[in-house]
């Protein structure tokens, strides 16, 4: 009977302590759930993403294609706006496949071009002064060491003139000479009439 009892007792034992296993085991599975009052934010489709900047970026264009392009005069705007009015009061006065809503809105999309391109060119030389002016400062140290050379070759050509042989690349490319033209062959003398 004592033997019952610590069998059963054993038993219930091992039941608490595999149900207690399996219940850590689960929940080490799962994570666990923060409890925060405030609603998660969710993240924009990307539908919306693509709605929010569509900035179409025409092709670049090669050399060649930019020779062929015309290019405006100055003014052109207020050109094209009375050439619009000036259509309107002519209704008689067809032009193929352009009209003066069409005129104005081509205009009107050139401008905006126009002043996208200066905000870009704008935040472009921001950004490229101090890297010109750097490239500014170098090149001018560098020339004025490089002057610097060819005064101490000049003083040691006086002493050793194979010096000056071997620096004459640098001397000829320090030298401002002016070319003088060539002095025109005199003319032929003209022949004397024999008597």
């Known amino acids: 009977m004592a033997t019952n009892k610590k069998s059963s007792r054993r038993a219930t034992q091992s039941k608490v302590t595999s149900s207690r296993t399996k219940r850590s085991t689960a929940k080490s599975r799962t ?20 709605k929010e900047k569509r900035t179409v970026v025409p092709p670049s264009l090669t050399t ?6 015309l290019k405006p005069k100055d ?3 207020e050109v094209v706006e009375k050439t619009a009015r000036a259509l309107r009061a002519r209704r008689e006065m067809k032009v193929p496949n352009v009209t003066a809503a069409k005129l104005e809105s081509l205009t009107a999309k050139a401008v905006r071009a126009a002043k996208r391109e200066a905000i870009m060119r704008e935040q472009f030389e921001k950004k490229i002064r101090p890297l010109s002016d750097g490239r500014l400062l170098a090149e001018d140290a560098a ?36 070319e003088r033209p060539e002095p025109a062959p005199a003319p032929a003398p003209e022949p004397t009439p024999q008597p």
């Open 143 to 178: 020339y004025r060491a490089l002057l610097d050379v060819y005064a101490a070759v000049k003083l040691y050509t006086r002493s050793s003139p194979a010096i000056g042989e071997e620096f004459a690349f640098l001397t000829e490319h320090l030298t401002f000479s002016r």
């Open 64 to 69: 060649a294609a930019r020779r062929k392009l």
């Open 75 to 77: 003014q052109f705007v």
């Open 31 to 50: 994570p666990a759930k923060k409890k925060t009052g405030a609603k998660r934010a969710s993240a924009p489709s990307s539908g919306a993403r693509s």
